[in-house]
T-cell receptor, first 116, second 117 residues
Framework: AQKVTQAQTEISVVEKEDVTLDCVYE???????LFWYKQPPSGELVFLIR??????QNEISGRYSWNFQKSTSSFNFTITASQVVDSAVYFC?????????????FGTGTSLTVIP | GAVVSQHPSWVICKSGTSVKIECRSL??????MFWYRQFPKQSLMLMAT?????????EQGVEKDKFLINHASLTLSTLTVTSAHPEDSSFYIC?????????????FGPGTRLTVL
């Protein structure tokens, strides 16, 4: 079963529009971490945010904001006033505590294209 | 912040040759390192978990004799693709699990793009 689901495969928006990328996760652990990464065409993963399971406060960082809702097991990511430089693939990931280290489970990614 | 490097960043090789990829944690000790591969337009798939001083744990479907992993020190893990074939062409990414104050997350390397001709 997929532990992290990103239902949106591809999204296109016009520059300056807001866009929300959805992420739904599944875990039985009470302690876990959720992440969002950006992967531009160069391939290198760019860390955006980490959220632990005990902190449901929403976070805003510039044009980025995240909505963590344990009740719906969702960790959605919103980009406000999108820009062409936001075009990339975005991955949501879940980290559960394992005895050998925290194993990451990645979603399938959402490819965002911002059209000028 | 914690930094993980990979070398080489890209490599092209002939079919049948072996390629070694290095993953280094530059400013912290990594007791555990992970190796992922990513095919074009797909997600990252975990290949194996590497613990310093012990054998790697491979995910189902990953041939351990083909993808040799060595984690000889707390800052270095290597992935060797033996007898590479065109279907091994992929983007390989490593990550390092920190210890102590960095124990809550993984730090990803920039990736190595392997092309097998």
């Amino acid at each position: 079963a997929q532990k992290v689901t990103q239902a949106q495969t591809e999204i296109s928006v016009v520059e300056k529009e807001d866009v929300t990328l959805d992420c739904v996760y599944e875990t039985r652990d009470t302690t876990y971490y959720l992440f969002w990464y950006k992967q531009p065409p160069s391939g290198e993963l760019v860390f955006l945010i980490r959220r632990n399971s005990f902190d449901e406060q929403n976070e805003i960082s510039g044009r980025y904001s995240w909505n963590f809702q344990k009740s719906t097991s969702s960790f959605n990511f919103t980009i406000t006033a999108s820009q062409v430089v936001d075009s990339a693939v975005y991955f949501c990931a879940l980290s559960e505590r394992e005895s050998t280290g925290n194993q990451f489970y990645f979603g399938t990614g959402t490819s965002l294209t911002v059209i000028p | 912040g914690a930094v993980v490097s990979q070398h080489p960043s890209w490599v092209i090789c002939k079919s049948g040759t072996s390629v070694k990829i290095e993953c280094r944690s530059l400013d912290f000790q990594a007791t555990t390192m992970f190796w992922y591969r990513q095919f074009p337009k797909q997600s990252l798939m975990l290949m194996a978990t590497s613990n310093e001083g012990s054998k790697a744990t491979y995910e189902q479907g990953v041939e351990k004799d083909k993808f040799l992993i060595n984690h000889a020190s707390l800052t270095l893990s290597t992935l060797t693709v033996t007898s590479a074939h065109p279907e091994d062409s992929s983007f390989y990414i490593c990550s390092a699990h920190g210890s102590g104050g960095l124990s809550d997350t993984q730090y990803f390397g920039p990736g190595t793009r392997l092309t097998v001709l």
